[in-house]
């Protein structure tokens, strides 16, 4: 797959529902996934696991509302994968990775076992970063740690915002397509209007094949057409890391003098890994003494 931006980039549909008593976000993501896929080498397991995750904080990055802030997801189990982390900002950019992309336990009949690999036995902490003091920080009980769930728990009771939510993630040799469906029900939503979108829930659940046949717009016709939807934005949404070698070398400098002293004199340079992109950078020792220096206050 051509990493050429523009004809790969997914995309994101912010959609009002039922003259404006719900609201949802359809999201196709199948090219960001695939980034992340090669990116960190992820497991078919793997592979679904994070993709869920980085298409649900996609649509966490796009409710918020300042350009520099952002949302971490972290899903944490118990299980075999171990840490599965998102971060997004509401421009759409996603990034991410798991701490044991290699693990792949057996299927249970046709599926991947993304619960198994995840696991049941922990939490899911979503984190946004809003330039307040502190950041806001919502934690839930994984239900089923098949993380579509997990996060339409996280939504309804730590947002207080009932809602339904629908992950998925084709993945044969590479990612055939991956998708989301986020829908959440607005105060004072009648019980007509909450029947009606209960009743649909059924569709709502094979959304990777949705969108591997009809893409964002068939998508939007096939699953919300009976609800009145109203496309009130569209966003593109991507894989992209932000990192730079000035950022990694502010990190070296606020580490302090005791720290880069060490690395100069017993490791004679240093080497540090981005766990969201793997871009490993190279510091030598004169370059090290140089941010030393700054670190003493100099220049
Ligand atoms: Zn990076």
Do not use: W
Not at 73 to 92: E, F, M, T, Y
């Amino acid at each position: 797959m051509a990493d050429n931006g523009i004809i790969n980039m997914d995309g994101l549909m912010r959609i009002s529902l039922l003259g404006g008593q719900a609201r949802a976000f359809l999201v196709e993501s199948t090219h960001m996934v695939e980034k992340a896929r090669q990116i960190h080498h992820l497991s078919r397991t793997a592979t679904a696991a994070l993709g869920r995750t980085l298409t649900a904080a996609s649509v966490l990055g796009c409710m918020l509302k300042g350009a520099d802030e952002s949302v971490t997801c972290r899903i944490d189990g118990g299980g075999p994968l171990g840490l599965l982390l998102a971060v997004a900002k509401n421009d759409g950019s996603v990034k991410g990775f798991a701490a044991h992309p290699e693990v792949d336990p057996p299927r249970r009949g046709e599926k991947l076992d993304v619960g198994a690999a995840v696991g049941r036995n922990g939490l899911l902490t979503v984190i946004k970063d809003m330039h307040m003091r502190d950041p806001y920080v919502g934690q839930v009980e994984l239900m089923s740690g098949e993380i579509g769930e997990d996060f339409a728990m996280y939504f309804t009771s730590s947002e207080q915002t009932p809602s339904l939510v629908s992950l998925g993630v084709l993945v044969g040799d590479t990612v055939e397509a991956a998708g989301g469906l986020v829908i959440q029900m607005m105060p004072g939503a009648s019980d007509v209007a909450i029947k009606s979108i209960e009743l649909s829930a059924g569709m709502f659940m094979d959304i990777s094949k949705t969108i591997q046949t009809d893409h964002l717009d068939g998508a939007l016709f096939q699953l919300l057409s009976h609800l009145e939807p109203e496309v009130l934005s569209r966003q593109t949404i991507q894989y992209k890391c932000d990192c730079s070698r000035e950022r990694v070398e502010r990190a070296l400098i606020s580490l302090g003098e005791k720290e880069l002293r060490e690395m100069i004199d017993e490791q004679h340079g240093a080497e540090v890994d981005c766990h969201f992109c793997n871009t490993r950078r190279r510091f030598t020792e004169a370059e090290l003494e140089a941010l030393l220096r700054q670190a003493k206050g100099g220049v």
